[in-house]
């Protein structure tokens, strides 16, 4: 009797987990088809929403502090987007709001895109899987059928592989809340040719078990639908380029990740036929091959891009890959793939800058690879470059036979590009929007680098009256006047210059004089270096260290202090507030921010790092947890 009531005891368990597997819903990439264009999916909704209300950002924003800006802001968002948005729908968007439990995830695939044929879109998914609220997602998709019906709307019923789905048609003019916020462009009528009639759109909606499948036609759900029952057809996960980036960017269960299949989308707009000229339409540019461009941009050699978030006890972290092999990387990714040297802040970078980054290209051959890839675009583009170039010598020769921007400025571009940024010296937007800051590029000359920019400076922008170069220790500070820019409210432009020097291999430019000034004295040694701040070492290490060729960092906490001054300032200024459109005005109000210092402790620091390698380029980025929050 024992025996036999263990063994159906035994039994009842195996039934209860076999069921329970059957029940679970494959990732997304076991459901997509192998054809995917892009992937954007959190596989647990339920951690991302756990971990969303344990991070810096989401407790700021729920601060009694900050709940007078939070309630009207809130208020607004729900009077003017969510209430028109659900008489739109027919729907109460608040049904749905606690449905995604496990993945939720948007999809765009290839569905028979080729890029020519209007008739063949490339497919819309959406997948949510409410996981045990299966019985109220039932409830609320009855409803919401129920409501298209009531609202006039014809909605057709399609099955596939058993599961069925509502089919209604929708055109812009149903939904005029999310054309109000994504207005589109009129149309444009070409002479000599007939405008394209506007067709709708479907919105196809159906439910496998737990899981919300929505999609833009039958033919785009269709691929998931087989593969929940079963079917062979290739899966995203059969696709060899995701499958080689998921095993190397999205282990250790990223909250959310995404990937664009970049050599497919490329490849299709790359032999898009280029529309003969129109006789009726003639333009006066030769017109430009997409398939040159993309090529000689670099685009279809790139296999894949991936992005992946992390959240941690420790910080947050945001991974973004480029699969570009490097035998086959031209264009963009060869001038902007970093030289693996070190990216470190130097120690003239001060302590108090709030905002820095390292960037070691190799000057030399990104000019090259930009000749290159202007020649393979049309010849004509490169041909107007050299004129311009030459065109510039000529000017320059007329008070400097010697002058030759190519050797001076060109030939002397080394491999080391640094900027950093200092507190506004003011509270105002103004103040915001300059403060300041010093670029500085590696030369093989500096000193030769700085007069050549001089002289080209001298010729864009007319320097009769510039004053002469001033020494300051030992060095010549070259003051380069700008047109004056006018302030909003103000009588008269503002006058402005550019201030330049050399100075430790490198040529410096800043808008600020004093800036520049420190820099040139940073050999003292008085300052305290940037590099020696606390933490920054360690938080280095979670994007690579600063070895790689890029490298930089944001004191948050300063550069968001900066920002709540000058917006709380500006919100008591009608004038200032009256660059922003009424709308913005009306959502945003700033004045009932509170003081910054209730709520600093949210804000810390953050550092980026990046790097190329054999097989792609990669970028990081890492936020410690702010220490008043551990």
């Known amino acids: 009797m024992t025996t036999k009531f263990l063994r159906l ?5 195996l039934l209860t987990i076999a069921a329970s597997v059957r029940a679970a819903v494959p990732p997304a990439e076991k459901l ?6 892009l992937l954007a999916t959190a596989p647990d909704f339920a951690a991302v929403r756990a971990a969303a209300r344990q991070s810096p950002g989401w407790r700021f924003w729920n601060d009694p502090a900050m709940k007078p800006f939070h309630d009207k802001f809130m208020a607004k968002w729900n009077e003017k987007f969510i209430a028109s948005l659900e ?3 027919g729907v109460k968007l608040g049904d749905f709001a606690d449905l995604p439990q496990g993945q939720l995830t948007f999809a765009i695939t290839q569905n028979g895109w080729n890029g020519s044929d209007d008739n063949q879109q490339p497919g819309l998914i959406l997948l949510l899987d409410a996981r045990d609220q299966g019985g109220l997602l039932k409830t609320n998709l009855d409803t919401l059928r129920k409501k298209w019906t009531e609202n006039g709307k014809a909605i057709r019923t399609e099955t596939v592989r058993g599961v069925s789905f509502s089919v209604v048609t929708l055109s812009s003019n149903d939904i005029p809340t999310l054309a109000g916020l994504f207005p589109r462009r009129p149309p444009v009528q070409e002479l000599g040719k007939e405008p394209k009639p506007e067709k709708p759109g479907e919105l196809v909606v159906g439910q496998f078990q737990s899981l919300l499948i929505a999609g833009s036609s039958m033919k785009a759900v269709e691929p998931v639908v087989a593969h929940l029952s079963g079917g062979a057809a290739p899966a995203l996960n059969d696709n060899a380029a995701f499958a080689a980036d998921k095993l190397a960017q ?12 970049t050599k497919t989308f490329f490849d299709v707009l790359a032999h898009i036929a280029q529309e003969p000229p129109n006789p009726e339409a003639p333009t006066l540019l030769p017109p430009l091959s997409p398939n040159a461009m993309l090529n000689a941009s670099g685009l279809t050699g790139l296999k894949s891009v991936s992005l992946s978030y992390r959240e941690a006890h420790d910080g947050s972290q945001l991974n973004f890959y480029l699969a570009a092999p490097e035998a086959a990387r031209q264009g ?3 001038i902007f793939a970093a030289v693996p040297k070190d990216a470190n802040p130097p120690g003239f970078v001060p302590a108090d800058a709030m905002k820095f980054s390292r960037w070691r290209i190799d000057g030399q051959k990104s000019w090259a690879e930009l000749q290159k890839m202007l020649a393979a675009i049309s010849p004509g583009a490169l041909a107007s470059l050299n004129a311009t170039i030459d065109a510039v010598n000529a000017l320059a020769r007329q008070k400097d036979p010697d002058f030759d921007l190519r050797k001076n400025l060109i030939a002397n571009l080394g491999d080391d590009f640094i900027s950093y940024q200092k507190a506004p010296a003011g509270n105002t937007l103004a103040d915001l929007n300059q403060a300041p800051s010093l670029f500085l590029f ?8 700085a007069l050549a920019l001089k002289n080209v400076a001298s010729l864009m922008y007319g320097q009769q009256n510039a004053p002469e170069p001033r020494d300051f220790l030992g060095r010549k500070i070259y003051t380069i006047p700008l047109p004056g820019r006018r302030a909003p409210g103000a009588a008269a432009p503002v006058s402005r210059s550019l201030y330049c020097a050399a100075s430790g291999g490198y040529v410096a430019l800043t808008a600020d004089v004093s800036t520049l000034e420190e820099y040139l004295r940073s050999n003292t040694g008085q300052a305290r270096p940037l590099r020696e701040i606390a933490g920054l070492a360690e938080a280095a290490q979670h994007v690579g260290g600063a070895g790689s060729g890029l490298f930089g960092y944001e004191n948050q906490r300063e550069t968001v202090r900066a920002a709540f001054t000058s917006l709380k300032n500006a919100a008591a200024n009608d004038q200032t507030m009256a660059v922003f459109p009424k709308s913005f005005r009306d959502w945003m109000d700033f004045s009932l921010l509170p003081d910054y210092d209730q709520v600093s402790k949210y804000f810390y620091f953050s550092v980026y790092g990046g790097g190329a390698t054999a097989d792609g380029l990669s970028f990081k980025v890492f936020a410690p947890r702010p220490p008043q929050l551990n």
């Open 87 to 89: 008489h739109d729908l």
């Open 9 to 13: 005891f035994a039994a009842a368990i």
């Open 250 to 261: 999205f282990r250790n269960a990223p909250l959310y990740y995404a990937w664009f299949n």
């Open 332 to 334: 963009l990714l060869k």
């Open 442 to 449: 590696g030369a093989a000359n500096a000193d030769q680098a």
């Open 32 to 37: 997509l088809p192998a054809d995917t264009l």
